[in-house]
C-alpha cells in the first residue's frame, strides 16, 4: 500500500473548535478553471468622497453629520439587523416552527480617516488605536449584551458595500450559533482535559511549526490544521486572555504589528488588496457572563475566498452547501506560501 | 407594547432539520445598496461547442471521446476531489489533530445534449430522465458508498465552471457534515416523537398554508421556516419515502412536472437563468444502512443567492461566517412571492 501524504491522499478533518468535519483534497489544484473570473478591485479609491456616508463630514442616510474625525470613529448603523426594542414572537405552538426575541445593536466603525487606505497601509499606531477602539466597544456593548460580535466584510467579493476601510459590530441578545458551537467544544475540552482548547493547540502549533505564519513575543497567526479557505487563519494570543479589554498596552502594540505583517503578506499573496471576513471571538459578554468563562482563549478568525489569483476564487457552493466543506490545497501548503512573503506591501516596495 | 410582526420585527428562527438558528430582520430590505453587482450571465450559449468536455461528441481532458448521447449522460470527474484508493492517514497522535481516510467517487450527469437548455426549459419527459438518473445513480454507488450527494451547482455566481445542462454526484466513505446534523436531528426527532420529522413537518406546513410555493398530487415545494437564503425552497414527497429510488412511475413523473414549475417560477422572479446549489438528502446507503432509517424522509433542498435582482445577490459574509445566517426578508413574504408568479417561463411567453 502507497503511504500517505497530505498533499497527495484525500482525507477529512476534525475541527475541535465549531465540531466540523473539512475534506482536504490538494491534488484538486491540478483541475483546469473555466469558471467566473472576478472583476479587478477598484484601483482608485478617492481618499474623501463627501457622498460617501463613511467620509469626516458627510451627510448620512438619517441625517446626521459625521464629525471630522481624525482616527477611527463609531456611529450606529444607519439600517441594522439588530435594533434594542423588538417585541418578542411569543411562545411556539409547535416544536418544528420555533422562533425567538432577538435584540441588539449595531455600530460602524471606521478605521481612518481616508478612504484609500486599508489595515495593511496604516502605521503601527493608526492600528494600533484601532484595537484600542475593538475593546471599548466590547466593553461598553458587553456591559449589556451576551455576545458582541466585532467583523470586517474587506473587498466588493465578500459583501463589502463601501470601500472606506472599516468594520462592522454586531451585538445580540442571543449567543449566535457558532459562538454556541465554540462555547460548547471549549468547555467540554476544558472538561476533560483541564485547559482551554485553544492554548493547548496553540502550543502544540508551535512545537509542529509547519502551519505557522507569523509568531511575535504576545502573538502567532497559523493556519488551522482544519482549514476550510484557503488560506485561512487564526490568529492567538501566547498567554491565556479570554477577551478584547483584558489586553495589556504592549500585548495590543504587538497585535498591530502582526497584523500589519498578516494583512502584507495576504495583499503580497496575489499583488492585491485581499479580500476578506475576519471577527473576532472572546468570552460571552452581559450580565450573566461571570467567572466560569476560564475555557474561552480570545481569538480572530481570517476567512479569505482567494485561490489562485487576485480573479479567481474558491466557491463553497453545492457540495460544500449540502454536505461538508472542502479544499484545494492542504493548510501546511498554504501557511508555507504564506511564511514565503515578504513582510513589506507590494505598493510601498514600487518605488 | 407593540405587538409582533415578523415582517416588521427582527427574530430567530430556529432550523430543527440541521440544529441551527437564523436571524430574520426584514426591515432591512429597506437599506439602500452600494456594493457588488453581479455580472448578468451569458445569454448565449451555443447549442453545441465541440471544444466543451460536457457536449456530445467532444474529448476529455482525459482523452476520452464522449458518446453522441441523446438523453442523460453520467462519468467520471475528470478531476475529482474523491477517488476510491486514497491511503488512511492512520492514528492521530493528539485529540486537536484528527484527520481520517477518505473514499469515494465523483461522476458528472449531463442533463441534455444541448449546452442552450436548462432543467426550466426542458420538457417533463427529459426531466424524468434526469430523475431516473438520479435513482439509478443512487442505488448503484449507494451499493458501495453510506453517502451518494447528488448536487447542482448553476449559473457562474454558484461557482459552475461550465455553462452545459449538468450535476454531479459525489459518494464517500464517510457521513459528511450536513447529513450528520440531519442524521442526529431526525433521529431525535423519531425518538421523542414517533415519526419522522420531515413527514410531520410537511403536513404542518400544508394546514398553515403562508409557506407553500407549489403542490401537487405527490410532492410539495415551501420555503422552510428557517429558510437562510432569501428564496430557499424545500421539496418534499407527500408520502413517507427514504430514498430517490423508491419512488413510483407516478411520483417521478409528478415530480418532473413540479420542478419544471418551480424552476420557471425561479427564472421568472429577476427574468434571468436562477442561479441556485441544490441537492437531494435521503437515508445513507451502503451496506452498514440497514433497516434502521425510517427517521429519514427525502427531500431536495434549493440555495438561491439572489436578493434584489438578476445581479444583487445576498451575501453571507461577515456576520453569517462569523455569527449566524441572517436573512433580510421573511420566509412568508419569500413564498408569497414565488406563489404569484407565472408557471409559464418568461423566455417561452414572449412571442
Ligand atoms: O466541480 P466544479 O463545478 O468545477 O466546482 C464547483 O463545485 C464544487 C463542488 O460544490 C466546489 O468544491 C468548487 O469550489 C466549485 O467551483
Ligand atoms: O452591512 P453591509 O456591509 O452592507 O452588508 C454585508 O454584511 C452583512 C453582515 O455580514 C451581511 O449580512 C450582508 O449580506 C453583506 O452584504
Known sequence: ATSFRASE???IRYNPLQDEWVLVSAHRMKRPWQGQVEPPPLTTVPRHDPHNPLCPGATRANGEVNPDYEGTFVFDNDFPALQPDAPSPGPSDHPLFQAEAARGVCKVMCFHPWSDVTLPLMSVPEIRAVVD??????????????WVQIFENKGAMMGCSNPHPHCQVWASSFLPDVAQR????????QNQHGEPLLVEYGRQELLRKERLVLTSEHWLVLVPFWAVWPFQTLLLPRRHVRRLPELTPAERDDLSSIMKKLLTKY????????PYSMGWHGAPTGSEAGANCDHWQLHAHYYPPLLRSATVRKFMVGYEMLAQAQRDLTPEQAAERLRALPEVHYRLGQK
Open 182 to 189: 465554540e462555547e460548547r467544544c471549549q468547555r467540554a475540552y
Open 133 to 146: 477602539a475593538w475593546a471599548s466597544v466590547t466593553e461598553e456593548l458587553g456591559a449589556q449584551y451576551p
Open 9 to 11: 491522499h484525500q482525507h
Open 267 to 274: 495583499d503580497n499573496l496575489f499583488e492585491t488588496s485581499f
